[in-house]
């Protein structure tokens, strides 16, 4: 049986890219988010493909709340993923 054993420096530096890492795509999914909301809001777009760009913010926000495991709000993400796929398929 191997341990794998990792300098504290080198396991801060790994944990601190992962979480910039998640920072990155949670801040990426905030202002997707607020594109979305404002092309429905400023009628810039037809509302389907906000719903698109809704669920690819939504679906982003979901893989980082599953990779922090905040399960409450990976679960309200979730809804909110589904509202979108439900909004997408009654425009159609």
């Known amino acids: ?6 300098s504290s420096i080198l396991c801060r530096r790994d944990f ?9 795509f949670n801040s990426l999914s905030v202002v997707i988010t607020i594109m979305a909301a404002l092309t429905i809001s400023l009628r810039v777009i037809d509302v ?4 698109y760009i809704f669920l690819i ?6 893989y980082v709340l599953f990779k922090f495991k905040d399960w409450s709000l990976f679960f309200m993400n979730m809804v909110w993923v589904i509202i979108d796929i439900v ?6």
């Open 87 to 92: 909004g997408i398929i009654k425009w159609y």
């Open 1 to 6: 049986m191997m341990i794998r054993v990792c």
């Open 16 to 24: 601190k890219v992962q979480s910039l890492r998640f920072e990155a």
């Open 57 to 62: 913010g939504h679906l982003i926000m979901t």
């Open 48 to 51: 389907v493909f906000s719903y």
